[in-house]
């Protein structure tokens, strides 16, 4: 079964730091680039980060740039999101998926959404 686990979620004060990871169980995804995306509540899903297939070419939201870090573990199937200096706003659902770039560097998701991992900042 297709399937990226996200985890490492939790509740941080404004400030503080998570590393999140999504994982490729079935190793299904390991040619396409990876993204992360959040959805607040009562709010529309928004792009976050996204990175290459080979672990290079990050690129960033400009709401997250210079805070967060995407990476990836070709040899484990893992992404991860390093997300610092949060703030409330960047309380969410996260999740991660493959994705196809766009020439206007959008990047759309190629898989159906997982269940994500909540991150909650407080203030």
């Known amino acids: 079964q297709v399937q990226l686990v996200e985890s490492g979620g939790g509740s941080v004060q404004a400030g503080g730091s998570l590393r999140l990871s999504c994982t490729d169980s079935?190793?299904?995804?390991?040619?396409?680039?990876m993204g992360w995306f959040r959805q607040a509540p009562e709010k529309e899903r928004e792009f976050v980060a996204a990175?290459?297939?080979?672990?290079?070419?990050?690129y960033y939201a400009a709401s997250v740039k210079g805070r967060f870090t995407i990476s990836r573990d070709v040899a484990e199937n893992t992404i991860y999101l390093q997300m610092n200096s949060l703030k409330p706003e960047d309380t969410a659902v996260y999740h991660c998926?493959?994705?196809?770039?766009?020439?206007?560097?959008?990047?759309?998701?190629?898989?159906?959404w997982g269940q994500g991992t909540q991150v909650t900042v407080a203030s």
């Open positions: 990175i290459a297939w080979t672990g290079s070419s990050p």
């Open positions: 079935g190793r299904t995804f390991s040619n396409y680039a």
């Open positions: 998926a493959a994705v196809l770039p766009l020439a206007n560097m959008t990047f759309v998701p190629v898989n159906s």
